[in-house]
């Protein structure tokens, strides 16, 4: 069992930047894949980031792609999102997940993939 817990959302002008932290229990954090999803009321959740266990391969959609950036220290047992040039669309609650694989170098992008989920930290991007 693995619990997620986020933090660093806030409340940031469009243009700025946040940087969003995962902090996770358990002693088995370096054999998960992790990803960063968003939600915002009335939508599905949307995918935003992902990482390998071994924090080598990366992977973003076209929506956020050169503008967050997804990392990990298995050391520390957290995965970070460095947001930079946030937009007023940026604005939802932003998850971290976790999936247990046995492939250091795997990713996932599909929320179904993924089994632990942290409780969510609020991002609003302002005019």
């Known amino acids: 069992q693995v619990q997620l817990v986020e933090s660093g959302g806030g409340l940031v002008q469009a243009g700025g930047s946040l940087r969003l932290s995962c902090e996770a229990s358990?002693?088995?954090?370096?054999?998960?894949?992790m990803g960063w999803f968003r939600q915002t009321p009335g939508k599905d959740r949307e995918f935003v980031a992902a990482?390998?266990?071994?924090?080598?391969?990366?992977y973003y959609p076209d929506s956020v792609k050169g503008r967050f950036t997804i990392s990990r220290d298995n050391a520390k047992n957290t995965v970070s999102l460095q947001m930079n040039s946030l937009k007023l669309e940026d604005t939802a609650l932003y998850y971290c997940a976790g999936k247990y694989t046995r492939s250091s170098y795997t990713y996932y992008v599909n929320t179904q993939i993924y089994d632990f989920w942290g409780q969510g930290t609020q991002v609003t991007v302002s005019s």
């Open positions: 990482i390998s266990p071994n924090a080598e391969r990366t």
């Open positions: 358990g002693r088995t954090f370096s054999s998960y894949a």
